[in-house]
Antibody, heavy 118, light 107 residues
């Protein structure tokens, strides 16, 4: 069974940092592009970042470019998102999702809530 | 960025109804279009990829079509578990933008 479990969310002050993790199991992690997608309260979905299988190619939305860094450890089957200089508008549930966009995101974690507030 | 526009933004329907949701892209995206559904408090789930391919395990009452800029998702006979919010996503280019969502509610 494919499982993705996010952790690391919480309450942080504006300008602060958080590191999200997505621990995976049930599939060959090193064979898949992985993604971070967020959803602000009562809003729609936004693709935040993606990283290819070997980590050789990454994508960031304009809204997080220069502040967030995606990484992965294929030996630990884990995806990360380092979030720096957080802003109130980064408040959202952050999901990790498996798969290249062309094939659709076939599996998602349960999400972790990030709240940026003073 | 490619903008994705869904309509309607919400609809009310009864169990057994045929429901159609449309999604329009701001430029041609060929067949690079995915559909997801999301229940409150839950993660999204993939329904359809490449405009018309049913994801494994998704019931056959779901179907989708389209190419270029105009796409549709159809539920042939709405079931109780289908009341949710549906999102389209273009997968043609980065950023892989989502539509604003269509909330399907019980009439």
């Amino acid at each position: 069974e494919v499982q993705l479990v996010e952790s690391g969310g919480g309450l942080v002050q504006p300008g602060g940092s958080l590191r999200l993790s997505c621990a995976t199991s049930g599939f060959t992690f090193s064979s898949y592009t992985m993604n971070w997608v967020r959803q602000a309260p009562e809003k729609g979905l936004e693709s935040v970042s993606a990283m290819t299988e070997s980590g050789g190619s990454t994508y960031y939305s304009d809204s997080v470019k220069g502040r967030f860094t995606i990484s992965r450890d294929n030996s630990k089957n884990t995806l990360y998102l380092q979030m720096n200089n957080l802003r109130a508008e980064d408040t959202a549930v952050y999901y990790c999702a498996k798969g290249h966009r062309r094939d659709g995101y076939s599996s998602w974690g349960q999400g972790t809530l990030v709240t940026v507030s003073s | 960025d490619i903008q994705m526009t869904q309509s309607p933004s919400s609809l009310s329907a009864s169990v057994g109804d045929r429901v159609t949701i449309t999604c329009r892209a701001s430029q041609s995206i060929s067949n690079y279009l995915n559909w997801y559904y999301q229940k409150p408090g839950k993660a999204p789930e993939l329904l359809i990829y490449a405009a018309s391919s049913l994801q494994s395990g998704v019931p056959s009452r779901f179907s989708a079509s389209g190419s270029g800029t105009d796409f549709t998702l159809t539920i042939s006979s709405l079931q109780a578990e289908d009341f949710a919010t549906y999102y389209c996503q273009q997968s043609y280019s980065n950023p892989p933008t989502f539509g604003g969502g269509t909330k399907v509610e019980i009439k």
